[in-house]
């Protein structure tokens, strides 16, 4: 379980990543020139503003009309008129730079990243001295930590200094290294052609963040030389950096630059820290926490093909998804990456997890609403990480506080809404700069509605009633409250939303245009039934809210439901229009099959069938993020071929200049939109446990849809929904033995090929019954351990 080159990286989609959920680094393994390019979670441009637009109102009932009377392009248009603000950027926080006096002229060159240990090592031979370094982030002690040595004593030396693209100036103090700077007060979207783009305030006299970074070395032999420059190594033999960063943000509703923290006394704090640890304490401290997590899930799915020295670029040429050992290191890659980007306390991990080094990043770095915020949590409750789940809740819970200023004074109605886009202030009106967006992305009030989801399913899968009562439910309630407001009756008493847009996708008009605003998309309405359904089950759960259980299951069953088209497809739109590219890259009408509940071979076959033919017609191409979407819905549809049919396209090789619609992954094995998306990868290892073990229909489904060529292997570690802990081994393509740990007492319910026998961890058999519907149940005991053959 490693990334490993034979070369240094030359571009930033060859260098690899390191982090704690906070700090992050892309390190780069040069041989002269080391660079480590450096973020911080919370450093991102401007402050909270009132982003919320009150002319948007009373422009809700004219574009009602124009949809009514089929004047798409029309609504379009007027749906400016109801933009906001565009988000804010994520900033990059700098670099670190080690320029060593050895030259470039190396050999035995190694560079790795050790998944097992979340560590990055470079060795090579300059002459015949062997370097070797290595660094990783720890999350306990909050530095990145590095060891630099020689082989032979006293031919280390090499010159250290800090630098940022933001404004920024460095110091020496107290025998560190310091690099003071301010965030920009205003950064517009890469895809917006303002003549000011970035705009900063003043040191000192700025609204925006300011932040600081910390720099000190030790060695063993040498000398250490500190000026404001940078930190001079001569004739060392062993040496350790410790970097460690913030920023004065203090909340999503405060103003940094006036009511800030004091990023200083903190950054001191934690390096003082590791100088009193020392680098063995750290590493030791930084592996026992990390693998804590990572060490949770084991996958094994055949023999690897691909030679064991093999550079990890090359065996994604040369092999792709034909290595098993390739699709294991992508798996494990993923929960790695969100180990790394998401803890508790930190940010979510947003479009790029927390590793960028633009100042006007692509589609801003942000949290996109309408799948790729989401799609970067899929793995973490099946994936046995539900503690990184904490960064996206506790971010819900901030925007559900925006969203409910935005719901009364966009819409007029209860409750919280949120949209396409948001960022660190939890902004959460349409965005689009009061019209220069265009309404196919930025006018979508579903982003509240999805984001419950992430809610109801921490809940589903650890059953903490304590969690459900005092943080998700309240929130989903008001999420709920909103969608009961916001749906409208059409001609036929059914109820709908109006005006809808099908994310980032248009339809053809009568006339032969194009446009996006409707009724009815079908995603909406396949969310706002994942919302009321979890709902109702919540309240039922915590016996509240009788009355409004009621008023929800009325609109449920008042709901427009999915419709089938003219090509056998499910309907992106209530009309069935043409689309306006059949192979386009969201599939945003498939959520009621993954990684919604509401379609099911069981409970809907015939719609179950048509979001089938829609995916057929979708193909197997699109961006990384898109194919590793497929790979979960694939897996739903029970089909383990198809599934590794798209791991097969995710594992194709992307060139770093690469643009467009051919996603895969890059040298480093990130998902490539292309550009850089971290959502694929997350996406890849949530569908593979899809393919392994499924359980939204109130039962575990035991190798779903596992692919032909993986004939032997198992997993272990993955948690199904209920509170179990789950264990599989398969041998020539077919179930040999399960093992599941129940966290609570209660029923636990099979779906599996024949009868099972099922015993205790004493050995002894256990009651199993049938259910009427071919089920197969027992009673399982919280802290036991039960084995199941065939």
């Not at 240094?8 to 680094?25: C, D, F, M, Q, S």
């Not at 031919?155 to 690099?179: C, I, K, N, W």
């Not at 410790?242 to 999503?252: D, E, K, R, W």
């Not at 194919?627 to 194709?652: H, T």
Request: with cysteine; aromatic share 10%; hydrophobic share 40%.
């Amino acid at each position: 379980m490693k990334l490993q080159y034979s070369k240094p990286a030359k571009v930033w989609t060859e260098a690899l990543p390191v982090g704690n959920g906070r700090l992050g680094a892309m390190v780069f393994g040069g041989v002269e020139r080391e660079r480590l390019q450096l973020n911080e979670d919370t450093l991102w441009s401007g402050f909270p503003r009132d982003w919320n637009n009150p002319e948007a109102k009373k422009h809700l009932p004219e574009i009602r009309r124009l949809v009514a009377e089929g004047r798409n392009k029309e609504a379009d248009l007027l749906a400016k008129k109801m933009m906001g603000l565009y988000t804010q950027s994520y900033m990059p926080l700098g670099d670190l730079e080690i320029n060593f006096e050895h030259g470039d002229l190396a050999w035995n060159y190694r560079r790795e990243l050790h998944l097992d240990e979340a560590v990055s090592t470079v060795t090579y031979t300059v002459g015949e001295t062997v370097y070797t370094r290595e660094t990783f982030v720890s999350f306990p002690d909050q530095v990145i930590a590095m060891r630099l040595e020689a082989g032979k004593p006293g031919a280390l030396s090499f010159h250290s200094r800090l630098s940022s693209p933001l404004r920024y100036e460095t110091s020496a103090e107290d025998g560190q290294l310091v690099m003071r700077g301010i965030a920009p007060e205003q950064v517009r979207p890469s895809y917006y052609g303002a003549d000011n783009p970035i705009v900063y305030g003043e040191f000192g006299n700025t609204d925006a963040m300011s932040f600081e970074g910390r720099l000190a070395v030790t060695a063993e032999g040498g000398r250490i030389t500190l000026t404001d420059n940078g930190i001079r190594v001569v004739g060392a033999t062993e040496a350790f950096l410790y970097f460690s960063a913030a920023t004065s943000f203090n909340g999503f509703d405060r103003v940094p630059g006036r009511d800030g923290k004091d990023p200083g006394p903190i950054v001191a704090g934690y390096i003082a820290g590791a100088l009193s640890a020392g680098y063995a304490k750290l590493r030791e401290a930084h592996a026992a926490d990390y693998r804590s997590l990572y060490g949770r899930v084991n996958i094994r799915l055949g023999e690897s093909a691909a030679p064991a020295d093999m550079d990890t670029d090359a065996r994604i040429s040369e092999y792709g998804a034909s290595d098993p050992g390739l699709v294991e290191l992508l798996y494990q890659y993923g929960r790695y990456l969100l180990i790394s980007s998401s803890r508790p306390g930190t940010q979510p991990a947003n479009l790029q997890g927390i590793w960028n080094q633009e100042t006007r990043p692509p589609w801003s770095s942000n949290w996109t609403l309408n799948i790729n915020a989401e799609m970067n949590y899929w793995p973490a409750e099946t994936a046995n990480l539900a503690e990184c789940h904490e960064p996206l809740l506790d971010f819900i819970g901030n925007i559900s506080i925006t969203g409910r200023a935005t719901a009364e004074i966009n819409y007029g109605t209860r409750g919280w809404t949120a949209h396409h886009n948001s960022d660190i202030w939890a902004l959460s009106s349409p965005v689009g700069d009061f019209g220069h967006g265009d309404a196919s992305w930025a006018f979508w009030p579903m982003g509240g509605v999805w984001l419950s989801q992430h809610l109801w399913e921490h809940y589903a899968f650890g059953r903490d009633e304590r969690y459900l009562r005092e943080r998700a439910y309240p929130i989903m309630r008001e999420a709920a409250l909103f969608c009961l407001d916001w749906l409208v009756e059409n001609e036929d008493g059914r109820l709908i939303t109006s005006p809808s847009t099908s994310p980032e996708h248009r339809f053809r008009t009568e006339d032969g245009g194009l446009a996006a605003v409707t009724e009815a998309a079908t995603m909406d309405l396949s969310l706002i039934w994942e919302l009321f359904t979890n709902c109702i089950e919540a309240a039922s759960a915590l016996q509240l809210d009788e009355d409004l259980r009621t008023e929800l299951q009325a609109a449920l069953e008042r709901l427009l439901p999915p419709q089938i088209g003219k090509y056998g497809q499910l309907q992106e739109w209530a009309k069935d229009y043409e689309d306006e590219d059949v192979h386009h890259r969201h599939v945003s009408h498939l959520f009621g099959v993954y990684p919604g509940r509401q379609l099911t071979a069981e409970t809907t076959p015939e719609l179950f069938a048509a979001a089938r033919r829609s995916l057929e017609r979708r193909g197997d191409e699109g961006t990384g993020w898109s194919l590793g979407w497929k790979v979960g819905l694939w897996a739903r549809f029970r089909d383990g071929n198809r599934v590794f049919g798209l791991l097969s396209n995710l594992l194709r090789l992307v060139k770093e200049d690469a643009r467009g619609e051919g996603g895969g992954v890059y040298a480093n094995l990130l998902d490539a939109h292309p550009p850089f998306q971290i959502d694929g990868n997350f996406a890849a290892t949530a569908g593979i446990n899809e393919a392994l073990l499924q359980s939204h229909q109130g039962c575990m489904e035991l190798l779903p849809a596992l692919p032909d060529v993986w004939r032997d292997g198992h997993i272990t570690g993955l948690r199904a929904r209920g509170g179990f802990e789950v264990s599989l081994f398969w041998q020539e393509g077919a179930l040999s033995k399960a093992e599941i740990a129940a966290s609570l007492d209660g029923p636990c319910v099979l779906r599996i090929a024949s009868k099972p026998r099922i015993t205790d961890s004493e050995g002894q058999p256990v009651a199993v019954d049938t259910t009427a519907d071919g089920l197969y149940r027992f009673a399982a005991s919280a802290g036991e351990r039960y084995i199941v053959t065939l």
